[in-house]
């Protein structure tokens, strides 16, 4: 009975004295990772195959004649394993010298300094200094096409790269050429990895200095970065990323893992469209246009004013949204719509030809939709409009004689005199292009890398994400603005925060009711579906 | 015939069990004409067709792969593998036979008759040092200085081949015959110093051996 009690899935082992209990099947350094205890490892990659090559990751295992890799031993029932005994260590303090003897030590050139593992390694357990007295090989750098760089004296031979690019890319152009000392990761010959829509991510994975960005060179040390959680705004797979911010500018993109959406991975595409987080023409303060004079003004100011002109009646809405534009703010203008009476909604999506899935998980796929919430917008009742560039579709709104109401579109494709017949055009945006500057209410929201929010995904996913930078002047998140407004014309409440105004966008829409930002977390969470009605 | 060849073959080489006096055998008896037997190009029986690395004096870097009774060999080499990848380093040795070494294109091609990527293919075939990446003369004369011959003088035997062909080490002489390079151990430690030229051993070489060994390659290849 007693052997019964436990599931037989589950092994109870100690390490290093801490007991843990972890399914069948498990190794020893993932068991290790759930006690806190990060095992040193170099070709170990919870999202490859695990050829147990580096030795970094030997560990005593009690009973056993030698060392074991714990990357590949299976845990075993009442298993003593001591990861810092001084064999193990020692042991450590071994090979990372084998490591070091043809290494530069160029650290201080080199973009990994700071999130290196042999930097971390050595200097937790390696030898004060190298006994090693023959000269070093040298081989100098190789261009390996697209974004990427490579730094063969840097290069541990970990294999990484050439297991991502064969077995999650599958597109086997790297390979280890030559042997012993002389080994080197290469392509075939000046073929290189262009092209290859996923190579990106070998950047990442490499432990060391050796596979680097070109993008990237030289742009900041890592220790000066700040890594912001957020959502890729590139598509609508909607990949969980890190912006890597210093000096209130995006530097560059690394994904965060979440096995459900991306993994470990993410696009090339998405990767290098950062820039734009990054621009300099911005709305920085509300702009009242009266009878074509510009006046900057204050949010206080401003807003009287528009609600003013407001309640002086409005002729019927429609508006124009953005799928770049987060749930909360897509909800609020949703809000203000039906409080000025209801009207419809139109938003304009850039559209690929074609999605690029990656082949060796295919679930992670950059998608046709080439914006971050169109199933957002889709869901709050609007409708999509327009080409496959994100541009036309506006040509009847341009001179529509109502109420307009614009949000998050830059309107990049319009002239100075779109909404110039509208009896009241109001825009809520980041950029001052020709046709929004002409608004008769210019009003500067942030961005999504400015502010907290929601984007739901192609497969409806609820994903949050958080301010990574600070927003210039006077910009507030849309649905703040939008909410005011709403809530002075119903009475309601204002939104205090992207929770609030979330909860709100759950008043609204059935599918994101019973979610709220505790439930949806880091990781998100899938919206209801909406109830067939019976009979319809 | 075969007493011709012993006679033109001068050199001290008591490796060579033939004229140890013991047995009425000549050299040619002993070893075969070319010392290791005549060989088939299309490989003779399947079960040694993978095995036998050849090296023959004519090289055709642009030989196609395969035709004839090439063709026939390398069908033989499938059928020995479970799959085509594991065929990789006996089709490699099949085009090094016919073309002297494994260029770029060669790779590729390789790459193509068995469905594996270029990079895997130039992976595998620099690991292996016995492929030719770099042309070859029409002899390759591949000296042991490992352990034994090195004990035995290997490194003279060496430099003396490097002299007399007036070359470096992996070139090509100016004649096109000889590229000289140095070797780990042949298999053939009892009778140092070893060289392997193209298919065939020469054992208990010494630097004074080297100028009727080339001399003798020479005639032959004239
Ligand atoms: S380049 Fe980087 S990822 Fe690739 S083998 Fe070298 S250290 Fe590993
Ligand atoms: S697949 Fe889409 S969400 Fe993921 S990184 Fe690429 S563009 Fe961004
Ligand atoms: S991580 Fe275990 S041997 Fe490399
Ligand atoms: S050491 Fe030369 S053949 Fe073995």
Known sequence: ?536 | MSDETTERAPFRNPGWAGNTGEFELSEDEVRGRSYVGEHAPEGGHPSRVPTVPYMLPEKDPEAPLFEGPYAERFEKILSRYPNRRAALLPTLNLAQELRGRVSPETMAEVAQLLGLSDAYVRGVATFYTMYNKRPVGRYLIQVCTNVSCNLCGGDEVLAAFLEHTGTEAGEISDDGLFTVMEVECLAACGFPTAVQINSRYFENVTPDDVPAVLDRLREEAS
């Open chain 1, 1 to 536: 009975m007693a052997e019964n009690s436990q599931t037989p899935e589950s092994v109870t082992l100690t390490i290093d004295g801490r007991a843990v209990t972890v399914p069948k099947g498990t190794t020893i350094l993932q068991a290790a990772e759930a006690l806190g205890n990060r095992i040193p490892h170099y070709c170990y990659h919870p999202g490859l195959s695990a050829p147990a090559q580096c030795r970094l990751c030997l560990v005593e295992v009690e009973g056993a004649p030698k060392l074991q890799p714990s990357c590949i031993t299976e845990v075993q029932d009442g298993q003593v394993v001591l990861t810092e005994s001084e064999e193990a260590t020692r042991q450590r303090t071994g090979v990372l010298e084998f490591y070091l003897a043809n290494h530069p030590l160029d650290c201080p050139i080199c973009d990994q300094s700071g999130e290196c593992k042999l930097q971390d390694y050595v200097h937790a357990e390696g030898r004060k200094h190298g006994r090693s007295r023959e000269p070093k090989r040298v081989f100098g750098r190789d261009d390996f096409g697209g974004d990427i760089l490579f730094y063969g004296d840097r290069c541990v031979m970990c294999t990484r790269c050439v297991r991502f690019m064969n077995e999650m890319a599958q597109d086997p152009r790297l390979t280890v050429v030559e042997r012993g000392n002389r080994s080197i990761i290469d392509t075939f010959f000046e073929e290189g990895v262009e092209g290859s829509p996923y190579a990106g991510n070998i950047v990442d994975i490499c432990p060391v200095g050796a596979l680097v960005s070109k993008d990237f060179l030289h742009k900041a040390r890592a220790w000066d970065l700040d890594h912001k959680p957020t959502i890729c705004p590139n598509c609508s797979q909607g990949c969980n990323i890190d912006l890597h911010v210093r000096d209130n500018r995006v530097q560059r993109l690394k994904p965060r893992a979440n096995l459900e959406v991306n993994q470990y991975w993410m696009c090339d595409y998405g990767r290098h469209r950062y820039e734009w987080m990054n621009r300099d023409d911005r709305i920085e303060s509300p702009v009242v246009n009266r009878s074509g004079q510009p006046v900057p003004s204050d949010w206080s100011e401003a807003l009287e004013a528009l609600h003013g002109r407001l309640e002086e009646g409005v002729r019927p809405v429609k508006a124009v949204a953005s799928p770049f534009a987060s749930n909360e703010d897509l909800a609020a203008l949703r809000h203000l719509v039906d409080a000025l009476g209801g009207g419809e909604i139109v938003y304009r999506l850039p559209r690929a030809d074609r999605e690029i899935p990656l082949p060796g998980f295919p679930r992670l796929s950059r998608r046709r939709d080439l914006a971050p919430n169109g199933r957002g917008a889709e869901i709050l009742g609007m409708e999509r409009v327009g080409d496959d560039e994100g541009a036309g579709g506006l040509d009847e709104l341009a001179h529509y004689t109502g109420t307009l109401v614009v949000l998050g579109d830059e309107l990049a494709d319009l002239e100075a005199d779109f909404g110039q017949q509208a009896a009241l055009y109001i825009y809520v945006g980041s950029h001052p292009s020709p046709a929004a500057s002409q608004a008769d209410y210019l009003l500067p929201a942030t961005t999504f890398a400015e502010q907290e929010g929601t984007f739901t995904n192609h497969e409806g996913r609820v994903q949050r994400f958080w301010p990574g930078l600070q927003a210039p002047g006077l910009a507030r998140p849309a649905w703040l603005v939008l909410g005011a407004l709403a809530a002075r014309m119903e009475g309601g409440g204002v939104p205090t925060s992207a929770a609030e105004a979330f909860v709100q966008a759950a008043e609204l829409a059935p599918e994101f009711q019973g979610l709220t930002y505790e439930s949806i977390g880091t990781r998100g969470a899938i919206i209801n579906e909406p109830v067939a009605l019976p009979g319809a």
